[in-house]
Each structure stands twice: as C-alpha cells, then as structure tokens.
C-alpha cells in the first residue's frame, strides 16, 4: 500500500505518502496481529453436529516433520512524521509480543500409538518456544541521494518486560525389542525473565506490580533497519531493507533453568506380592514411590541468575515495482523471516490502485512457507487530515478451520500540509 505511511516500518527508505507532517495517537493509531501455523486446523479432524472429532493418526500424516506455531502483536502508542522536500524524519513508539513454538510430527505420533512404534528406533525429538514482550522507541530519517537512489536509516532503543527462550529442550524414549524396558531422558536449557519467579521456593517472589512491570527499563537492547530504494528504469523500482536487526540485554527478574536426567523402568514385579508372607502398604507403594522419585529427578530443575541476550525476530525485505499506469503498478516482495533458531519465506504478488491522494485499492497473493492459499486485501481512505487503513493478509482466513495465516492491521492517521516537492511534482505533470 504505496500510500500509507505504515509502509515505512517495512523500509526506512519508503517517502510514501506527500503529507508535511504525519501523526499517530494511541489507541488510534492501529493495531497488527498475525497468526501463523505450518498446518490448518481441519487436519486435526473434522467437526460433525458442532462436536470436535481429533483425530491424531490424520494430523500425524498431513503434517511436515518441523512444524510451528507463530503470533504476533504491535500495538503503536505514539508516531510522528516530518517531511521537508526529498527528507524525512520520523519518531515512533510501539509496544510489541511475539511467540513461536516448534516441533517435530513424532511428537504427535508418540501420543497418537505410544512408544511401540518406536522400538526399532528410538525416539527423541526436539522443542522450541520464545516467547517476548518489548517497547520499541524509532528514531529515523530518509533522504534522496539522487534523483534516482533512496536511503533510509531507524535506530531503535528497545526496553524489555519478559522472556522465554527454550534453548534446548530434548526429549528421548528407548523401548527395548522385547518390551523389557523403557529409557526416559529429558535435557534442558531455558532463561527466563518474568515479572514473577519460577522457583516453587517458599522465598520466591509471586507479587505482580502491573506499573512496575510496564515502566521498567533495565532489560535494554538495540536494534537497526536499514533500507534502499532505485528507480532502475523510468518505470521499474527495485527495493531492499534489513529491519529489526538487534537484540535485548536481560538483566532484572532473570533465571536460567536446566535439567538433565534419565533413568530406566523395568515394569513392575507382581511376583514379588506373591512370594512375600506379610503383605503390607509399603509393598504396594514401594515400586510406583521409586517410579516417581526417578521422574522427579529427571525433571528436577536447577536454577541460576546469570544476565543473557535475546535477538529479536528481523525481517529481509527485497521488492520490485513496475508502474503500468499514473494510478496503477504491480508489485512482488520476497521476505525472509529470521525467528530464533527457524528461518520463514514469503513471497507476495500484489496490484495497487491509487486514485489522488483520496482513496487506494490493494490486492495480492502470497505462498508462505509451504501455504498456498493467502489473498490479501487492503485500502485506505483520506478525508480531510485523517485516513483510515485496513489490511489482511489472508482474507481466506475468514474459514479459520482451512486457514493457516491470518494477519489483520487497521487504525488511522492525521495527516497535515503538503510537501512543497509534491506542489512542484503536481505542476509539472499539469503542464
């Protein structure tokens, strides 16, 4: 949507709408969310008379083997925007949530048929959450070099309140051919930084102060997004921006929780109740109390408070433009998504319309990672100083059972004044 000063966030070089001065407001300013699955959720069974049938062995089968889960929330609380001819500076603060969780379909078989078909090999899979919220304050600036070449820089202080990295989460089961016994293992590296400990220690601090949670300061990271724009023909416009690049220093309410352990079960020996003459509670109890002393061991947690880093997820955009007509151009972006330890592709064929500086029409299709089935849709409208703006990425998400991406943004502007570049443009395209 060429004419939304939105489009800003995705490169720090787009001088899009010709509007002097741009203001964002909380709460009126918008809001992004994003959904995002490798699976849809018809595959985890079907739904007959409004009752939900799961079926397992279905999911298990349609599935990849590295499967996720993805959302995402921006809230913008304040946007500014100056424009003066061929520059453009721009401050903006926004708060932000992501979440992504990992795993591998043979954690679904394991639960769909248990641990019998894996006795030929083991199991082990391997699992993945991060979870963050953060404020971001944006400081940038644009500006033509030449007629042809536009830059475009955003530092970014950013301010963490919470965080849940899994930095290794295995999982193992051994079955003996012969069923004659099983090995568990477990091993694990999480940090964590909460407003609330994890510890079950009677010391542990339980006490949630919203305010204090909302104006902390001490967890501060950095980030960058840098961004190109050429006008390689009269017509044709190629685009590149790197945005999010950074990471975030945890230091207040931080731990840092391991465990490691396995142990081996062997069943239970009735024949010992058989054979014993006195026959008391302790008989009974004894093998199910070892059982569960070997569990909790393995899952025993240790826990330290040693300050880590955390990268937040960054985005690499490349785009091409082609002007067909003074109100119309096509459009096609490659983005990669770099999220923790997974890597995510889109790629998303657009048309725009745009009629004066009133009203916009955008369309376009998107494969994302292995889904096919995404067709964006957006417009805005201008009346006077405001403009109202609305998109999805998917308006097929509509049937959320068939869906595996969803996006939705809308909010509003004020706009005010014109760019004395955009006057000069208008005239000579009158004469």
Same mark, same amino acid.
């Given at each position: 949507?060429?004419?939304?000063?939105?489009?800003?966030?995705?490169?720090?070089?787009?001088?899009?709408?010709?509007?002097?001065?741009?203001?964002?407001?909380?709460? &009126?300013?918008?809001?992004?969310?994003?959904?995002?699955?490798?699976? @849809?959720?018809?595959?985890?069974?079907?739904?007959?008379?409004?009752? /939900?049938?799961?079926?397992?062995?279905?999911?298990?089968?349609?599935?990849?083997?590295?499967?996720?889960?993805?959302?995402?929330?921006?809230?913008?609380?304040?946007?500014?925007?100056?424009?003066?001819?061929?520059? /453009?500076?721009?401050?903006?603060?926004?708060?932000?949530?992501?979440?992504?969780?990992?795993?591998?379909?043979?954690?679904?078989?394991?639960?769909?048929?248990?641990?019998?078909?894996?006795?030929?090999?083991?199991?082990?899979?391997? /699992?993945?959450?991060?979870?963050?919220?953060?404020?971001?304050?944006?400081?940038?600036?644009?500006?033509?070099?030449?007629?042809?070449?536009?830059?475009? /820089?955003?530092?970014?202080?950013?301010?963490?309140?919470?965080?849940?990295?899994?930095?290794?989460?295995?999982?193992?089961?051994?079955?003996?051919?012969?069923?004659?016994?099983?090995?568990?293992?477990?091993?694990?590296?999480?940090?964590?930084?909460?407003?609330?400990? &994890?510890?079950?220690? =009677?010391?542990?601090?339980?006490?949630?102060?919203?305010?204090?949670?909302?104006?902390?300061?001490?967890?501060?990271?950095?980030?960058?997004?840098?961004?190109?724009?050429?006008?390689?023909?009269?017509?044709?416009?190629?685009?590149?921006?790197?945005?999010?690049?950074?990471?975030?220093?945890?230091?207040?309410?931080?731990?840092?929780?391991?465990?490691?352990? =396995?142990?081996?079960?062997?069943?239970?020996?009735?024949?010992?109740?058989?054979?014993?003459?006195?026959?008391?509670?302790?008989?009974?109890?004894?093998?199910?109390?070892?059982?569960?002393?070997?569990?909790?061991?393995?899952?025993?947690?240790?826990?330290?408070?040693?300050?880590?880093?955390?990268?937040?997820?960054?985005?690499?955009?490349?785009?091409?433009? #082609?002007?067909? =007509?003074?109100?119309?151009?096509?459009?096609?972006?490659?983005?990669?998504?770099?999220?923790?330890?997974?890597?995510?592709?889109?790629?998303?064929? =657009?048309?725009?319309?745009?009629?004066?500086?009133?009203?916009?029409?955008? @369309?376009?299709?998107?494969?994302?990672?292995?889904? #096919?089935?995404?067709?964006?849709?957006?417009?805005?409208?201008?009346?006077?100083?405001?403009?109202?703006?609305?998109?999805?990425?998917?308006?097929?998400?509509?049937?959320?059972?068939?869906?595996?991406?969803?996006?939705?943004?809308?909010?509003?502007?004020?706009?005010?004044?014109?760019?004395?570049?955009?006057?000069?443009?208008?005239?000579?395209?009158?004469?």
């Amino acid at each position: 949507m060429g004419n939304v000063p939105q489009s800003n966030y995705l490169n720090p070089a787009r001088l899009t709408d010709k509007s002097k001065v741009i203001i964002n407001l909380p709460l &009126l300013s918008g809001t992004n969310i994003s959904l995002s699955n490798s699976f @849809a959720f018809h595959d985890l069974g079907e739904i007959k008379d409004t009752s /939900l049938s799961i079926d397992l062995g279905k999911f298990y089968s349609k599935i990849p083997f590295k499967n996720y889960f993805s959302e995402t929330f921006s809230l913008p609380l304040f946007g500014f925007q100056y424009r003066s001819k061929d520059k /453009l500076f721009s401050f903006h603060i926004s708060e932000n949530q992501s979440l992504r969780f990992c795993f591998d379909s043979d954690l679904i078989k394991l639960i769909d048929k248990g641990n019998y078909a894996f006795i030929e090999s083991p199991f082990s899979t391997n /699992l993945d959450f991060n979870f963050l919220h953060f404020r971001e304050y944006a400081l940038g600036y644009s500006q033509n070099i030449t007629d042809k070449l536009t830059v475009g /820089l955003n530092i970014k202080l950013l301010t963490g309140f919470s965080a849940f990295d899994v930095k290794r989460l295995n999982i193992g089961i051994e079955t003996g051919s012969n069923l004659e016994y099983v090995k568990l293992s477990a091993n694990g590296n999480y940090n964590v930084s909460f407003p609330v400990t &994890l510890n079950s220690e =009677s010391n542990s601090n339980t006490n949630f102060n919203p305010l204090s949670y909302l104006t902390n300061s001490s967890n501060l990271g950095f980030a960058v997004d840098i961004g190109a724009r050429y006008q390689i023909l009269p017509k044709l416009e190629i685009s590149a921006s790197l945005v999010d690049l950074g990471y975030i220093h945890w230091k207040t309410n931080i731990q840092n929780i391991t465990q490691s352990g =396995s142990f081996n079960w062997k069943g239970y020996d009735l024949s010992n109740l058989i054979n014993e003459p006195t026959i008391n509670e302790n008989s009974y109890t004894a093998p199910f109390d070892a059982l569960l002393d070997s569990v909790s061991e393995m899952i025993k947690f240790k826990f330290d408070s040693t300050p880590f880093k955390t990268a937040i997820p960054t985005k690499l955009y490349m785009a091409a433009n #082609y002007k067909v =007509s003074p109100i119309f151009w096509a459009g096609v972006v490659d983005r990669i998504l770099f999220y923790d330890k997974q890597v995510s592709n889109s790629l998303t064929l =657009s048309g725009n319309l745009q009629l004066g500086r009133i009203f916009s029409l955008s @369309a376009g299709y998107s494969i994302i990672d292995k889904s #096919y089935n995404n067709l964006a849709l957006g417009t805005a409208l201008k009346l006077g100083p405001v403009e109202f703006y609305c998109l999805t990425g998917n308006i097929l998400a509509l049937n959320l059972l068939n869906a595996q991406n969803l996006s939705l943004q809308f909010g509003m502007n004020f706009m005010f004044g014109k760019n004395k570049l955009y006057k000069t443009d208008l005239k000579k395209n009158t004469q």
